[in-house]
């Protein structure tokens, strides 16, 4: 009878114990294999860290190159110093925009 099961219950007989709340085989390093991994975990993260980084750091020198570039080819114009023509039309008593037209609301 003892065959019969066995062979019902195939290889589940040995994981039987462990589903009923019994005891489950510990791995002696297992803690030590853990505190490895978790090392080595926070090693690849500062590593990552340290690439985008260095990553930005070199895109904001390009950025700022460029902002040199551009700043260095604009002619300064002498309008630049006065008045701009917006604060000129507001100024004069003109509107700016869609000049001021406003929506109808109809009430029924």
């Given amino acids: 009878m003892e065959f ?3 062979q019902a ?3 589940a007989t040995k ?3 462990k589903m ?3 005891d489950e085989e510990k ?3 297992a803690a030590k294999k853990e505190e490895e ?3 080595a975990l926070r090693q690849e993260e500062e590593e990552r860290k340290a690439k985008y980084a260095k990553m930005e750091a070199e895109r904001e020198a390009m950025r ?3 902002r040199d570039k551009v700043s260095a080819t604009r002619i300064p114009s002498p309008l ?3 008045n701009s023509p917006r604060e000129v039309g507001r100024q004069q008593g003109q509107r700016s925009g869609m000049g001021g037209v406003t929506a109808a609301v109809s009430r029924g």
Avoid: H, Y
Wanted: proline share 4%.
């Fill in 4 to 6: 019969v099961m066995k």
């Fill in 9 to 11: 219950l195939g290889g």
């Fill in 15 to 17: 994981d039987m114990g």
């Fill in 20 to 22: 009923l709340g019994g």
């Fill in 27 to 29: 791995d002696p390093d």
């Fill in 37 to 39: 991994r978790q090392e």
């Fill in 64 to 66: 700022q190159g460029i």
């Fill in 80 to 82: 630049a110093s006065q």
